[in-house]
């Protein structure tokens, strides 16, 4: 079982629709980053949480450390939001983990 | 601000042959990590430089392996290349150590794609 499970794996979505990823994950951490990928390959990060909520933008993302859980929100989505979105966790060793990643299309 | 420069984009080698990858980072950032991506893997973790100095290494064999110089520009080298080596390299700098994928104080460079034939 992998230590970081995001769900869906694929999410299609019509234009001005809320969407939530979903995270979880199974080590200890020290921290949690949600990451964009556009196709072509290029990464951005959008959030690093060790605890709470932080929001940029359109952008929310929530962690609940008892829970082991983490949620990206996006308020009012639009085509231009559509690319891989990833889950990492720094884990108490040190190294980072990585979720499968959740495919995002939002149509016109 | 140039952003993070990975060099070449596009790669195809032999198999059994080696291979080197560069990565400059953006002015001032002295953390580069590297990682690989691949359709079944996803993307793990390689390694991690700061000032000249492996801090962190993934659970990778010892074919992979890197160094950083004195002004930060990384290189990862792969020898003894297999098909299943095919993937996509990014690597991310930073300022500091520990802020490798710190929020926005992390920059990804676009990756070089690596085919094993």
């Known amino acids: 079982k992998n230590e970081v499970e995001q769900s869906p794996q694929n999410l299609t979505a019509q234009e001005g629709e809320f969407i939530t990823i979903n995270c979880s994950y199974s080590?200890?951490?020290?921290?949690l980053h949600w990451l964009q990928q556009h196709p072509g390959g290029g990464i951005v990060s959008l959030f690093m949480?060790?605890?709470g909520k932080k929001k940029h933008g359109r952008l929310i993302a929530t962690i609940n450390i008892q829970e082991k859980h983490s949620s990206l929100h996006i308020t009012a989505s639009h085509p231009r939001d559509s690319a891989v979105y990833i889950c990492?966790?720094?884990?108490?060793?040190?190294?980072?983990?990585f979720g499968a990643g959740t495919r995002l299309t939002v149509k016109p | 601000k140039a952003g993070v420069t990975q060099t070449p984009r596009y790669l195809i080698k032999t198999r059994g042959q080696q291979v080197t990858l560069s990565c400059s980072p953006i002015?001032?950032?002295?953390?580069v990590s590297w990682y690989q991506q691949t359709p079944g893997q996803g993307l793990q973790f390689l390694f991690e430089?700061?000032?000249?100095?492996?801090?962190n290494k993934g659970n990778f064999p010892g074919r992979f392996s890197g160094r950083q110089f004195s002004n930060s520009r990384s290189e990862m080298n792969v020898s003894t290349l297999e098909l299943g080596d095919s993937a996509l390299y990014l690597c991310?700098?930073?300022?500091?150590?520990?802020?490798?994928?710190?929020?926005?104080?992390?920059?990804f460079g676009q990756g070089t794609r690596l085919t094993v034939v």
């Open positions: 991310a700098s930073s300022l500091e150590y520990r802020d490798r994928l710190a929020g926005t104080e992390a920059f």
């Open positions: 080590v200890g951490i020290s921290a």
């Open positions: 949480l060790s605890s």
């Open positions: 990492a966790v720094r884990s108490l060793r040190d190294d980072m983990r």
């Open positions: 002015s001032g950032h002295r953390s």
């Open positions: 430089y700061f000032s000249e100095t492996q801090r």
